[in-house]
């Protein structure tokens, strides 16, 4: 049941946001007492924290079977900003403007094993884009990585619709890849951006 709590709640707090989501609101939409609700969770916070969890594990473990697919890099990272439009399509507001407004706390706990989990992404990803042509061979891949996540989780903390927030970041991709990319890696952009994937 906990399970299930946390899937339903996720889904909800996604769409409708999680400031306007009650307790009331999650036990009507599941047909079960908000007691039962309180069983599992002491608080409306501690549901949010665990659904947040939940959600980044998901999205991580897509991402890795995204890697898994072996793509060559360029692909890769439209493959993965695809699931990420996919995912929080339903979603008016951007979760992590929602979560930096009305959960702080809850905020930075996501925000410090986000930051952990995408470096080591973009890492892997700039460094085989590098081995196979696609990315310049003399590149400060630290600082790359730095500067892209800066801008990205800037965006997802200060764009309140999330539409406007993954236009920006669609936009940054392609800047970001523009910046690294090699003739051949140009040359892979403009045919995916082409076929738009």
Do not use: W
Request: aromatic share 10%; hydrophobic share 40%; glycine share 2%.
């Amino acid at each position: 049941m906990k399970e299930k709590i946390i899937s339903k709640a996720t889904e909800m707090f996604l769409k409708l946001g999680f400031k306007s989501i009650t307790m009331d609101d999650i036990a009507g939409e599941m047909c079960i007492s908000k007691k039962t609700i309180y069983k599992y969770f002491i608080n409306k916070e501690v549901l949010i924290e665990e659904s947040t969890e939940t959600l980044h594990k998901e999205l991580h473990h897509i991402i890795e079977s995204i890697i898994a697919q072996d793509f060559n890099p360029i692909r890769e990272n439209f493959e993965i900003r695809k699931m990420i439009r996919d995912t929080f399509m339903t979603a008016d507001t951007s979760p992590l403007y929602q979560l930096k407004k009305h959960y702080p706390e809850i905020h930075q706990k996501v925000m410090s094993v986000e930051k952990y989990e995408c470096h080591r992404f973009l890492r892997q990803n700039i460094l085989r884009g590098i081995e196979l042509g696609l990315y310049r061979e003399k590149l400060e891949v630290e600082t790359y990585i730095s500067f892209y996540y800066t801008l990205i989780f800037h965006i997802n903390e200060n764009t309140i619709l999330e539409k406007d927030a993954q236009q920006l970041e669609m936009a940054l991709f392609e800047y970001h890849t523009r910046a690294i990319a090699t003739p051949k890696g140009i040359a892979e952009l403009e045919n995916l951006l082409a076929l738009n994937i």
